[in-house]
């Protein structure tokens, strides 16, 4: 199949720390893989991506990172506020079929002061 | 940006009752999708097109049907609403890479 894992399903963390976010995927023909920000009663938006031939890659306080032999990767928040809580949902495209996505069930971040 | 605009934004359909939500997208995108998300399991596909006059089958296509009449618009029609089918639809479209969701529609079927 092209299940994609993702955990944990809901994580607290201080603000200031960071967070991690970590999906598994099954099809070793997947190249893409974004990560997508969802606010309570809005639509998901993309935060950050990475395709296949990168290992890792960093914009604004996030950083994923992309393990291709063990079909893993995660999201990384540095430095969270409060403004960071929300759903997460990683994907990855199903094979070398860029436009479908299979998406893991999603983390709620909650950044407590 | 990337502009998707979804009708209605929200419904209440009565069971066995026929439902269309509707999708525009002003992006000349060629590809366009129908997701249904569910507490706990993120978001699953219904149907796709990649061009007007054409659909593809998702994973969850099931009591759905999809039409694509022109390149800017796409429904998602249930011919027999069910129980089962209460859930928040969203529609995207694609550029090279990236999918731009629209606000999303709450169906409820009672």
């Known amino acids: 199949g092209e299940q994609v894992e993702q955990l944990p399903s809901i994580l607290r963390v201080q603000e200031g720390s960071s967070a991690s976010i970590n999906c598994t995927y099954e099809n070793s023909a997947s190249n893409y893989f974004p990560w997508y920000k969802q606010e309570p009663g809005e639509n998901p938006k993309l935060i950050i991506d990475i395709r296949s031939n990168m290992e890792r890659k960093q914009t604004q306080g996030l950083i994923v990172l992309l393990d291709k032999k063990a079909k893993r990767f995660s999201l990384h928040i540095t430095d969270t506020q409060p403004g960071d809580s929300a759903m997460y949902f990683c994907a990855a495209s199903r094979g070398q079929v860029v436009g479908q996505l299979t998406f893991g069930r999603g983390t709620r971040l909650q950044v407590y002061a | 940006e990337a502009a998707v605009t979804q009708s209605p934004r929200s419904k209440v359909a009565v069971t066995g009752g026929k439902v269309t939500l509707s999708c525009h997208q002003t992006?000349?995108?060629?590809?366009m999708y129908w997701y249904r998300q569910d507490t706990g399991h993120g978001l699953r596909l219904i149907h796709y097109s990649y061009v007007a006059d054409s659909t593809e089958k998702g994973d969850i296509p099931d009591g759905y049907k999809a039409s694509r009449p022109s390149q800017e618009n796409f429904s998602l029609i249930l011919e027999l609403a069910s129980l089962s089918q209460t859930a928040v639809y969203f529609c995207?479209?694609?550029?090279?890479?990236?999918?731009?969701f629209g606000p999303g529609t709450r169906l409820t079927v009672l």
């Open positions: 995207a479209s694609r550029d090279r890479y990236e999918q731009y």
């Open positions: 992006n000349n995108h060629d590809y």
